[in-house]
């Protein structure tokens, strides 16, 4: 019975020695990357998106203080919370003392406070994108429409105005197929529609309009008609629009359209691509990432707009070379005191990306891993 | 057995921490069946039975009932070396990987030809249920048989399931089976089989089967504190949408003629089930839903034609239906249907130079199509031709087998839903021609102790989706290739009468490396845009053990206990245009792939009574080639039990059987976000005539 009897007991050694532990809530890890640094913010967050399914939205907070990086906060901040912060984060901002996480494909808006990141509730929204705030409402894009008994049923977004003192929605208002980011100017709600559920196989299937909402009634005033596929809209200085569209990732490039706001239509479109863009003063950052049918690569811009010449007045921020070694960015920011340039790269989406400190001059800073697809900022003033 | 020999067995044991589990390699249906059937299943080929030089395994007759396998799926997460990615529960997707090197490069073949989906590659083992099969064998590299079609010379590592052929002894015309299955998860599983003896020369089997299950099991998840250990969160759930309806129908005919075998049979799958999806933040509950129409019909004749010359005939045609329907109304409405089909024939031609030389040249062809709904999808037709050129000699110590594959692919589109302006090109024509060579070393007359070794380079074609699927597929693809390198040894021992009746040990050292791997990369921006690209680039590392004792105790009690190890470095050398985001994947353990795994299936049989005991081992694993405590999966191990007995009853044969699996009630996950079953138990009943 010599061999049967080892057998078993190194059978019992390994069910023994196998055991598992139970597995720890997420620590930050922290990276001091820079010295301490006055410039009348505290801080920013960022939201990393992580991809679709993996539950892997997390939230990391720069520290202007300490010139630390702290990386995945919200599990060690809110560690009762089951599944953490959620899947796909899409969009961030702080209004009043409050921080806002919108949190795509886990249907909810996160509200935690600013100071710290400890949650305060949700506002539960389906398919929700993009959030901007007036007078104490949030108002939220949602790709979700209106149920209806149909068989060639296609679904219209809405903009839901939420309540922040109860983070209940108060009203909604139906707009166009599916649309994304958002811009509160002179009484109106611009919301670019882009319709990108139906535009797949045929590009006329796509939206074109900016859907024009009067603040103080709430319902659609308009539509404007911009070009296929829109994505970002920002109002700059004077109340005016941008508005970029992704086209049709076939034959129509991505390109950037300027609305009048007095004429309420388009009067001026300039000649770049925009994937993502961020406005500092009177200058528009802008980059974008086209794939090229001829190439077969991803081509990647980088500019600079003037919003009131509406001239590209430069074709590159980034001067060092580091351009070269970023596979796909995907978020901006400029610090609007030091004008440092931030700019993330999602690199190959399901493993972690990188956030690039850029100084105004465009030279490399810093660089530090961050989570899955790192995507969305939120400047935090000082207290 | 020596000492020498016994040291070193139990070194080895202990060394690899005996997660090692076994397959039985050589013997397997003719063993004793405790239902007192004569089971001489197999007709005689008239081939000479050439000696697998290949590193094989293969479960069959009472070692595969013993393990509590729902799905074929179930079954082969004992096999050494082998991944299944399992999405949880009855109706969940089960895909295999061999040795890493991904589930596109597996070839499966039911009953002697392959499965085959040329829209993305993967087959479904899930699918398959252990019913109606009979053995299941896996091949590194291919099947150690020259005489057989081109196409089994297509994969990196092929499993080739056997259903249930008719068999009869002397007095018999009629078997009946029926089974019925119940347990966990709401299954009602009825099973019905029926055979005949048509003419002296011609049996009919026709089988059926019916599954209705829930899908709805609690699962749970936890979290604690770093340092205290104290609970943060811990929350148990339902899981839903998994339910699942099938119904699986399949006949065949099975004849022999003067010297030779001819037989031809029908299949037929068809499903609804809900895909259960992950589980995020706020999201517990999907309402996806899949349904699936599978059916052939496939034939094959051998027989020898001269002395020397053998021929073997293979036919068969596919019809394969696809439903996905996302009727979620806050998120995009998609209801597309995916038809597919093919035709496919095939011969082989076997000579026999001499007694020792075996030569083979097989000959196959194959057309596919694929037509969709989907928005912007173009249809693509491939046709395949096939070459294999192969030999095999035993030049008495020495035995091997050298074969030459050329495959050539051609495919053309039709316009099908896309856009007016939208391109509609096919892929250019690809024509490869690719090498394998075995070699067996047996260098004791006396002692079964064989050396061997291979090396195989083939590739997968880039599939229907990864070509045409509308925005993500990339007509320019190469085809994804593999460089298999292989050397083990096996040894077997029989000592009839003694306790350790007879053991066997085989263990393969291997180098894979695949080249040009697709992988889907970011496309644009934003949006989750997909484009599939070669760039990825894996090495792989790894040992597999297996071994296999029984014994023979005292008061006719027999003991079965087979266990496999493996061990494997799978890492991603694939290069970035970001050297800092390089050095974060670069050497990384690719996705899912656990250093150490292994299995121990066990059973103790006495008399009419028959008690099995399995257990699976994965150690830990990423999520991702960035192998960072954030994709950290965690070791997961289950334990099954089972208990059966059979009764004779008059003309009747009773089992009665009682499973439990996941004893320990581990909450585990193979696939994050996926959550995998909890204790759960299953009886069956099963009646023969």
């Known amino acids: 019975m010599r061999t049967p009897a080892l057998f078993f007991i190194v059978l019992l050694l390994f069910v023994v020695s196998s055991c598992r532990k139970d597995v720890e809530v997420f620590m930050n890890e922290d990276t001091s990357l820079d010295s301490s640094a006055q410039n009348g913010f505290a801080g920013f967050y960022l939201l990393n998106e992580g991809n679709m399914g993996s539950n892997k939205s997390t939230l990391d907070y720069f520290d202007y203080a300490s010139g630390k990086f702290q990386r995945n906060i919200y599990a060690a901040i809110n560690p009762n919370v089951p599944k953490e912060l959620g899947d796909v984060g899409n969009d961030i901002a702080i209004y009043g003392n409050r921080l806002y996480a919108v949190v795509n494909a886990s249907n909810k808006v996160e509200v935690m406070d600013a100071r710290t990141a400890r949650r305060i509730g949700q506002i539960q929204i389906p398919n929700c994108r993009y959030i901007k705030f007036d007078k104490g409402f949030a108002y939220i894009t949602s790709y979700a429409g209106p149920i209806e008994v149909n068989p060639n049923y296609t679904q219209k977004g809405y903009v839901a105005k939420i309540d922040t003192t109860t983070l209940a929605m108060v009203d909604k208002c139906i707009v166009g197929y599916q649309p994304d980011g958002l811009e509160i100017t002179n009484g109106k709600i611009y919301v670019a529609n882009s319709g990108g559920y139906m535009g797949a196989g045929n590009t006329e299937k796509y939206e074109r309009t900016v859907s024009v909402i009067d603040l103080a009634t709430f319902k659609e005033d308009k539509r404007i008609d911009v070009a296929y596929n829109l994505h970002h809209i920002k109002a700059d200085k004077r109340g005016d629009l941008w508005v970029t569209s992704r086209g049709d990732y076939k034959k129509l490039a991505s390109r950037l359209y300027f609305i009048d706001k007095l004429q309420q239509k388009v009067t001026d479109t300039l000649p770049i691509a925009v994937s993502n863009y961020y406005l500092d003063g009177d200058s528009l950052y802008v980059y974008s990432t086209e794939w090229s049918y001829i190439t077969y690569s991803n081509v990647i811009t980088y500019g600079i707009v003037n919003t009131r010449t509406h001239e590209i007045v430069s074709r590159s921020f980034i001067t060092d070379g580091t351009d070269k070694e970023i596979e796909i960015p995907y978020g901006i920011m400029v610090h609007p005191v030091t004008k440092d340039i931030y700019v993330t790269d999602a690199g190959n989406y399901v493993s972690p990306g990188l956030l690039y400190c850029f100084t105004k001059e465009g030279k490399k800073k810093w660089s530090v891993r961050t989570g899955d697809i790192p995507a969305h900022f939120a400047l935090l003033p000082k207290s | 057995m020596s000492n020498v020999l016994k040291t070193l067995l139990s070194t080895f044991l202990a060394f690899i921490g005996t997660h090692l589990y076994g397959q039985q390699t050589y013997r397997d249906s003719t063993r004793v069946d405790t239902g007192g059937v004569k089971t001489l299943r197999g007709v005689t080929i008239y081939t000479s039975v050439y000696k697998e030089v290949i590193p094989s395994q293969k479960l069959s007759g009472d070692n595969l009932k013993s393990l509590n396998s729902f799905s074929v799926a179930d079954a082969i997460r004992y096999f050494a070396g082998v991944q299944v990615k399992d999405y949880g529960g009855i109706g969940g997707l089960k895909t295999v990987d061999m040795r890493s090197m991904g589930t596109n490069h597996m070839g499966v073949f039911y009953d002697g030809i392959q499965l085959g989906n040329a829209q993305n590659g993967q087959i479904d083992l899930g699918k398959f249920s252990m019913d109606n099969i009979e053995s299941i064998a896996v091949y590194n590299g291919q099947k150690s048989d020259i005489f057989q079609p081109a196409r089994d010379y297509g994969s990196s590592g092929s499993i080739y399931l056997r259903s249930r052929k008719p068999v009869f002894d002397s007095s018999k015309t009629t078997n009946f089976k029926g089974v019925f299955k119940t347990g966990s998860f709401d299954l009602i599983n009825p099973s019905v089989l029926f055979e005949r003896k048509l003419t002296e020369n011609i049996n009919y089997s026709i089988s059926s089967e019916f599954i209705k299950s829930s899908g709805r099991y609690p699962f749970r998840y936890k979290r604690v504190y770093h340092k205290s250990g104290d609970i943060a969160w811990d929350t148990t759930a339902i899981r839903q949408n998994g339910d699942i309806n099938a119904l699986r129908v399949e006949s065949g005919i099975y004849g022999n003629i003067n010297r030779g075998v001819w037989n031809a049979k029908a299949y037929f799958y068809d499903s609804e089930r809900g895909i ?414």
């Open chain 2, 276 to 689: 259960p999806g992950a589980i995020v933040n706020n999201v517990w509950m999907r309402s996806q839903r899949q349904w699936d129409r599978n059916f052939f019909l496939q034939g094959s004749l051998q027989k020898n034609v001269l002395p020397k010359y053998d021929i073997q005939v293979n036919a068969k045609y596919a019809n394969d239906y696809m439903r996905y329907l996302n009727p979620d109304p806050t998120l995009m409405h998609i209801d597309n249907n995916f038809r597919q089909q093919e035709w496919y024939g095939s011969v082989a031609n076997k000579y026999s130079v001499t007694k020792k030389i075996d030569i083979n040249l097989s000959t196959d062809f194959q057309y596919n199509t694929l037509n969709s709904n989907l928005d912007g999808f173009v249809s693509p037709k491939r046709f395949t031709s096939l070459v294999a050129l192969a030999g095999a000699a035993e030049l008495g110590k020495l035995k091997m087998q050298a074969s030459l594959l050329g495959t050539f692919v051609d495919e053309r589109v039709t316009r099908g839903n896309a856009a007016s302006g939208d391109s509609a090109i096919a892929a250019p024509s690809k024509n490869e021609v690719t090498p394998a060579v075995f070699l067996s070393y047996k260098p004791f007359p006396q002692t079964d102790f064989n050396i061997r070794a291979f090396y195989k380079n083939i590739f997968r074609m880039p599939t229907f989706n990864d070509l045409y699927y509308t925005d993500i597929g990339d007509i320019s693809l190469k085809p994804e290739y593999t460089h298999q390198y292989n050397l083990g040894f096996a040894y077997r021992k029989s000592r009839a009468g003694a306790l350790l009746s007879e053991w066997q040990l085989q263990s393969d050292f291997y180098f894979n490396q695949v080249t040009d791997k697709i992988v889907a990369v970011p496309k644009g921006s934003g949006m989750y845009r997909w484009m599939m690209m070669n760039i990825g680039e894996v090495e792989i590392r790894g040992v597999d053990v297996v071994s296999d004792l029984a014994f023979s105790l005292p008061k006719g009690v027999l003991l079965n206990v087979r266990t496999a190890y493996t061990y494997q470095t799978a890492q991603d050398f694939t290069k970035r245009k970001s050297k800092e985001l390089q050095k974060i994947t670069y050497g990384g353990q690719i996705p899912y792939i656990p250093w150490h795994s292994g299995s121990v299936i066990s059973s103790i049989q006495y008399q009419s009574w028959r008690l099995n005991y399995s257990f699976i081992y994965v150690g830990e694993r990423y999520q991702n080639s960035a192998n960072i405590p954030e994709n950290y999966e965690q070791p997961w191990y289950t334990s099954d039990v089972s208990a059966s007995k059979n009764i004779q009853f008059k003309r009747y044969r009773f089992r009665i059987s009682g499973e439990l699996n996941n004893v320990f009630n581990q909450d585990y996950e193979v696939v994050l976000n996926y959550p995998m079953p909890k204790r759960n138990y299953k009886i069956i009943l099963s009646v023969e005539l």
